[in-house]
């Protein structure tokens, strides 16, 4: 019988080897993949749950800043109106205040458009802080 203490350098070895076992559950999901996934549906009401309580929304010139509430509904009407056909990201990023970053292009309706967004980690938890979707000449 191996005695419990010649099992601790074992244990440790282990633990250094192969830290993220203990921790892979604990680690957070990229913000990117759910807001690229709603983005890619449509999907206003899936994509809000990533806006910050007040969004900077440009969409084909109309830009302002916005409740989540209104910025939803607006992002609504524009998918509405605008029945999405395809998205592709061209680049995602990050500043050097932390900040993540995305740039792609979207086919919706007869149109092709360039879409931006930030986000900014408020609480723990990045946020869209500003979203835009550009009509392309």
Do not use: C
Not at 92 to 107: N, R, W, Y
């Amino acid at each position: 019988m191996i005695h419990p203490w010649k099992m601790i350098p074992v244990l440790l070895l282990v633990g250094i080897l192969f830290p993220r076992l203990s921790m892979s559950s604990s680690v957070p999901d990229d913000p990117h993949k759910q807001i690229i996934a709603a983005l890619t549906e449509g999907n206003a009401t899936a994509l809000s749950e990533y806006f910050n309580s007040m969004v900077d929304l440009g969409i084909s010139g109309n830009e302002d800043t916005y409740s989540k509430t209104q910025a939803t509904q607006i992002l609504k009407d524009f998918f509405i109106k605008n029945p999405l056909k395809s998205l592709k990201i061209n680049r995602q990023g990050s500043s050097t205040d932390g900040s993540l970053f995305a740039i792609g292009e979207m086919k919706a309706g007869a149109d092709n458009f360039r879409v931006y967004y930030l986000l900014k980690k408020v609480s723990g938890k990045f946020l869209i802080q500003q979203l835009q979707i550009q009509k392309e000449n």
